[in-house]
C-alpha cells in the first residue's frame, strides 16, 4: 500500500513555468514506477510522463515533449513534474500515479489502468 499526495500546482501565465510534486508514503517508495496523468474538464484523464524506479528511464507524451521533465528523490520518497514552456492547454487536474513493477514500455505505461495508486490531484491553470 502506498498513499500519494500532490502539492504545487496553481495558477501560471503561458510561457511561465510551474513544478508539481507528488509524496509517497508507505511502502518503499523505490520499489515503484511513477506516472503523471492530466485530466481537463469534459475530456478523458490522459498520459503525461512516467518515470522507473531508479530514475534513469523517462518516457513522455509527444504533447509535452521538450517542456516537461520528470524526476524522482527516493531518499525522500518524491516525485516532481517539472511544466516549462507552459501553454492554455495543459490546463488540467494533474495526478500522479504508482506501480510496484518494473517500468514497461511506453505504450504500457501511458495507460492509466496500469497503476495501482493514485492520487487525489492538484490543479495547475495556465493563463494567456
Known amino acids: 500500500q502506498v498513499q500519494l499526495v500532490e502539492s504545487g500546482g496553481g495558477l501560471a501565465q503561458a510561457g511561465g513555468s510551474l513544478r508539481v510534486s507528488c509524496a509517497a508514503s508507505g511502502r518503499a517508495f523505490g520499489s515503484f514506477t511513477m506516472g503523471w496523468f492530466r485530466q481537463a474538464p469534459g475530456k478523458e484523464r490522459e498520459f503525461v510522463a512516467a518515470?522507473?524506479?531508479?530514475?534513469?528511464?523517462?518516457f513522455f507524451a509527444d504533447s509535452v515533449k521538450g517542456r516537461f521533465t520528470i524526476s524522482r528523490d527516493n531518499a525522500k520518497n518524491t516525485v516532481y513534474l517539472q511544466m516549462n514552456s507552459l501553454k492554455v492547454e495543459d490546463t488540467a487536474v494533474y495526478y500522479c500515479?504508482?506501480?510496484?513493477?518494473?517500468?514497461?514500455?511506453?505504450?504500457?505505461?501511458?495507460?492509466?489502468?496500469?497503476?495501482?495508486?493514485w492520487g487525489q490531484g492538484t490543479q495547475v491553470t495556465v493563463s494567456s
Open positions: 518515470i522507473s524506479r531508479s530514475g534513469a528511464i523517462t
Open positions: 500515479a504508482a506501480v510496484p513493477r518494473p517500468m514497461l514500455t511506453q505504450g504500457v505505461m501511458s495507460r492509466p489502468n496500469e497503476y495501482d495508486y
